[in-house]
């Protein structure tokens, strides 16, 4: 079966995680279905790049102006498309490789009639003793520990036109929880860069609605050095997929940092 598919992302100044979201999803679905919404990027992380950039002005922050937007692009593409993807540019959907070949043959295989939600894994510095990422190199074997979180666990692949809520997290269709599909956020898998992040997120204007929606986003650094300190002293020697992770994820659990299933590392 044929399944055309278009995957989505927003991005402003993104010049480490964007070509590693353009290589993956490029690869999976071609170049030529890729949508890079670029909000202004002044570092030059947009230019001369594959895929259909739709460039929008640079404007304060407002992540219901950010959503409302997608879900308009979203359901455009439909017209086109048999399915719809919609990431942030740190975030890689990927089936687990006992299943699925890649995440092409996932959706050509795909289960689901509407909308598929992943198990979210945030990728952490699990050692802080630990070189910094070479961002050239596959990320997962670098860093092969990650928790469980619902946050990340979101409704992302559609077959049918949603309308998402501010941050992906919840969508106004039926999702099912797919335990072969996983989705992988490099945000904090490099301690330095996930604080420089951070400084230019905290540097951004902000709409007041923005401020409303989004002020997690805007932590203070020593806020993300005592979860991850706290994520290291308190990290299990299991692996992530010994873990009832249906039932943990729909009571809004999280999991202690333990190692990634390593048929994922080469993956990522």
Known sequence: MSVQSAAITMVYNEAVFLPLWLDYYGKNLGYNNLYIIDHGSDDGSTTRIPGNIIKIPRTD????????????????????????IYTDCDEFLIPHPNHYTCLGTYLKQHPHSSVARAVGVDVVQHDLSLAPVDFTQPILPQRPYGFVTPWESKPLITRTPVTWAPGFHDCNQPSVLDEALWLFHLKFCDLRHALARLNLTRSMKWSQQGMAFGQHQRHRDEDLLALVHTLIAEQQAEGLEQLPLTELLANGGYSKLRHIPAPFLPRL
Do not use: E, G, P, W
């Open 61 to 84: 922050f407002d992540d219901v102006q950010r959503v409302t937007f997608i879900n308009s692009l979203q359901k455009a593409l439909f017209s086109y498309f048999d399915c719809v």
